[in-house]
């Protein structure tokens, strides 16, 4: 197990790192953010000011070492665009987010399931049909649309939510999440719901297709003949055993979720990192993206770590297989 | 009208907006596009930083609607010697903090300013001070390097900050963290600073001693909402109760939606086609690919073809749904130094053929056309408006709308041939936009730094270096309109339309003129009765 542990930190260490220098590259590559963001009346002796301040003069290798060196220290860097510490910026809007990204993918992957065991179980009921109808919906409607027209509907036309921004918050641990008002609440409702369709199409197909597997297999059909009842089937035998490729997609959509919520940030003006990233990229502010992404990078290698743990936790051929 | 009809309007919105109202009497939520990038009034010089430190900070030289300009912390001010200017300061103004606004307040803001600059740098504000002297606590001499007879325009963004509260907040490592905590966010503006954060919602408090006298709202929210509709859907939702920036889709909508009033002001962008005077210029070729022997939009003729080509109504009726304005030079018409005697460009799809003919290019050539697609409103669908008119001259085009983060750095390496972006002369006067792209490039006289086409007229470099040191306001003036006439005749810059913007504000609910640097500012919002 600890040979795994080192095994996958050392991965990280190579992904963030590549990361990191593709990144620095493309950033690059694109040209110079003073570019974008000199105002006209500035003079060329300004200009040049402007880009020795930032260090934008040095050569692209002596910009990555200082970079690193920095990293190494703790240090991300300051936003050009902000002038605050990227850290700092990234870190207070993570918590909304997380928020956002938590209720979504944890309702959609609560109902998806029990939607798709269902349909799966049942597959011939017009319950099973409707769902699985609704479910390509949530596959092909593009999601900036659904937003658009969620708040169309229920913002504007209706009245009864509201159409974009964060309600109230609370301090919890220094932090402010907006989950525990009724006004926090009634906002990120729209959101997370925009968020949640395509993750909970996606469940509810994944979901089914494992349980119409599993159902015709012998372990069911043993434990039918040895007389345990249908609900005991479901819950200790089928969630289980589709249970893996359901966490790996779960995983993978946590990840994703929290890294590119961007769309449904943008619509909704949601105050989250998706946003943040993107506005980034519109001014070229390099150690926002290049930190950010090397964050996303660490991320990802945490969340496929720890489904990895969880496997193996569930289930015995993958825990076998780990320490033999 | 809108009191009339406002009753017709679906119940449950009626309800919705008494309740609203009901709750906020005093409280004007502003959905805008963009906000500020610190509560550091001298970090950036970007509009909507300087508009929302407007609502903080005040400036010594204040532009009014029209950018014309006015006294603001400064009385009255005045040339006292070739390069020197004399401020005479506002008596009894009192900072957020109750500490007294003087001459020292003046020369610690401006000499604040290249030290803690972001990227995006405010040092152009002061880049005509050499050095300041304080007469008396009332009076400062600016001294400058050479003359400079526009530094009161200069100073219609020069934020004065106090010199006690920001004393150990002017480092560019503190600065932040001074003024975005609040301690050192101290003005003299109209309101006071109570909460902001990067993107999201800044919060602030009427000050009640504000010299101008009291503002109309005891509370201000100012929420930035980026994307055009969500912005409109919170108007509509009642979250806000004036939005910038109605895209010019939304703007036909809203004219017929009685619960909003839609308000149209002119900006201060017009929008330029700029042609690369180079000898020899990377994007143009003939129509089968082959090099041509010399660069054709160095001809007057070719110029003169693709000015006749463009069919400016069309451009505003279709392209743009209405909101815009013909335009035949660099700056909107009434502004310093904007000549009345420019004609509009006729269109003229014939004689444009004829000309391309007589300069020997009667079967056309071939030009990638560069534009910025994400900047301004209306800026890629021009783009692709001009590219059909230049294809049907015989000038194929290639149109190519870009972000403006591809297109300004390409820009400024000169890797276009043919390019359009919005050029917003923000100060109001000639200086800012000729000096910056009609002089010829030259460091030395720190002009011409975004002429990006090697353009160069002698009669115009004479001009322009004159112009900025006349001190007689009507030989200026002069000056600049000769020279901007001279530039729009060499028709290397072309302009197209001059833009117009939208506000969008609920029914019958507030009263404001629209400013043609296009900020929303809160004291200046008045609400309707």
Redesign the interface.
């Known amino acids: 197990m600890l040979g795994f542990i080192i095994q996958r930190f050392l991965q990280a260490v190579v992904v963030m790192a590549v990361m990191s220098v593709i990144v620095f590259c493309g950033v690059y590559a694109i040209g110079n953010p003073i570019d974008i963001v000199i105002p006209p009346e500035a003079t060329q002796e300004i200009r040049e000011a402007a880009i020795r301040r930032l260090g934008l003069d040095l050569p692209l290798y002596k910009q990555y070492f200082i970079f690193m060196g920095n990293l190494l220290q703790g240090d991300l860097g300051r936003s050009f665009v902000y002038n605050v510490p990227v850290l700092e910026l990234i870190g207070g809007r993570l918590p909304a987010t997380l928020e956002l990204v938590l209720i979504s993918v944890i309702s959609a992957t609560v109902l998806g399931v029990s939607l798709g065991v269902y349909a799966g179980y049942r597959p011939e009921s017009w319950i099973s049909k409707t769902i699985m109808g609704v479910s390509v919906l949530g596959f092909s409607v593009p999601s900036f649309w659904v937003g658009l027209i969620l708040i169309l509907f229920f913002a504007v036309n209706l009245g009864w939510l509201p159409a974009g921004g964060r309600g109230e918050t609370v301090e919890i641990w220094g932090v402010a999440w907006s989950f525990p008002t009724l006004d926090g609440l009634s906002h990120i409702v729209l959101p997370a719901v925009n968020l949640a369709l395509f993750k909970l199409a996606m469940m509810i197909r994944l979901a089914r297709a494992g349980t119409r597997e599993i159902m015709l297999t012998d372990t069911i059909k043993f434990a039918r003949a040895a007389g345990i009842s249908e609900g005991t089937i479901l819950r200790r035998h089928l969630l289980k055993l589709i249970s893996i490729p359901i966490l790996t997609v779960f995983g993978l959509e946590l990840g994703s979720t929290l890294a590119f919520a961007v769309v449904t940030e943008t619509i909704f003006s949601w105050p989250g990192v998706g946003k943040l990233i993107i506005d980034s990229i519109g001014v070229l502010d390099r150690p926002v993206m290049v930190a950010y992404l090397i964050l996303v990078a660490f991320l990802f290698v945490t969340i496929n770590f720890v489904i990895d743990l969880v496997f193996a936790l569930i289930d015995p051929r993958v825990r076998q297989g780990a320490t033999s | 009208m809108m009191k009339y009809t406002k009753f017709l309007a679906p119940l ?2 009626t309800i ?1 907006l008494t309740a609203a109202a009901a709750a906020s009497a005093q409280t004007l939520t502003m959905g805008v596009r963009g906000g500020p ?2 509560m ?1 009034p001298h ?4 509009g909507s930083h300087a508009e929302a430190a407007k609502h903080i900070f005040d400036t010594l030289v204040w532009s009014g609607t029209d950018l014309q300009i006015e006294p603001g912390l400064a009385t009255s001010w005045k040339p006292v010697d070739e390069d020197t200017w004399e401020f005479k300061l506002r008596e009894g103004v009192k900072f957020h903090d109750g500490s007294d606004f003087d001459a020292e307040d003046v020369k610690f803001s401006i000499e604040r300013i290249p030290v803690v600059t ?4 405010t ?2 504000y002061v ?1 005509r001070v050499a050095g300041v002297d304080i007469i008396d606590p009332h009076t400062i001499h600016i001294h400058t390097d050479g003359q400079a007879a526009t530094l009161p325009n ?1 100073f219609i963004r020069l934020f004065i900050v106090s010199s006690e509260a920001a004393a150990d907040y002017s480092t ?1 490592e503190t ?3 001074g003024f ?1 905590s609040g301690k050192a966010a101290i003005g003299t503006g109209p309101y006071k600073y109570v909460s902001w ?5 800044l919060v602030l408090e009427r000050n009640d001693d504000y010299w101008r006298g009291k503002g109309a709202w005891e509370k201000v929210i100012r ?5 055009d ?2 912005r409109l ?2 108007l ?4 806000v109760d004036v939005i910038n920036y109605v895209s010019s889709v939304d703007y036909l909508a809203l004219e017929r939606d009685s619960s909003v009033d839609a308000i149209k002001g002119d900006s201060v962008y017009v929008m330029n086609l700029q042609l690369d005077q180079r000898e020899k210029t990377p994007l143009v070729r003939a129509k089968d690919g082959s090099e041509l022997a010399e660069n054709p939009l160095r001809d007057l003729k070719v110029r003169q073809a693709i000015d006749h080509a463009i069919d400016r109504e069309t451009m505003v009726d279709i392209v743009l749904e209405g909101l815009g304005k013909p335009a035949n030079q660099m700056m909107p018409p009434g502004f310093f130094g904007s000549s009345e005697d420019i004609p509009m460009p006729e269109y003229n799809p014939a004689k444009a053929k004829e000309l391309l003919a007589e300069a020997g290019y009667a079967d056309g050539f071939e030009v990638d056309l560069y534009c910025t697609s ?1 900047r301004l409103p209306g800026d890629g669908a021009i783009c692709q408006g001009l590219g059909q008119m230049l294809t049907q001259v015989g000038i194929d085009t290639n149109v190519n709308a870009v ?4 297109y ?6 000169l890797e276009y041939s043919m390019f359009m972006n919005g ?2 002369t ?2 109001g006067e000639a200086s ?1 936009t000729l000096g ?1 792209l009609a002089h010829s ?1 030259n ?1 030395e006289v ?2 011409g ?2 002429n990006r086409i090697a353009y160069k007229n002698d009669d115009v470099d004479r001009l322009l270096q004159t112009g900025a040191t006349m001190m007689d306001e009507d030989e200026r003036r002069a000056t600049y309109e000769e020279a901007m006439e001279k530039v729009m005749a060499d028709k290397a810059y072309i302009s197209l339309v001059q833009l117009q913007t939208v506000w969008g504000a609920k029914a019958g609910s507030v009263e404001f003129t629209p400013r043609f640097d296009e900020d929303t500012l809160a004291f200046f919002i008045k609400p309707a009765n």
């Not at chain 2, 970090?43 to 970007?46: E, P, Q, T, V, Y």
């Not at chain 2, 509509?236 to 979250?239: I, S």
């Not at chain 2, 972000?403 to 591809?406: D, E, Q």
């Open positions: 449950a919105v919705g990038e610190s550091d970090f950036s010089a970007l972001g990227p995006t740098t040092t152009i880049r200069d560019p600065a932040a963290e975005n954060e990067p993107k999201g919602d929420k930035e909402i980026p994307n509709s969500s859907a919170a509509k939702a009642g979250q994400d972000s403006k983060t591809v300004f750095p390409a820009q400024s390496r050029w917003g923000l100060t800012y910056g490039n460091p720190k002009l730094a975004f």
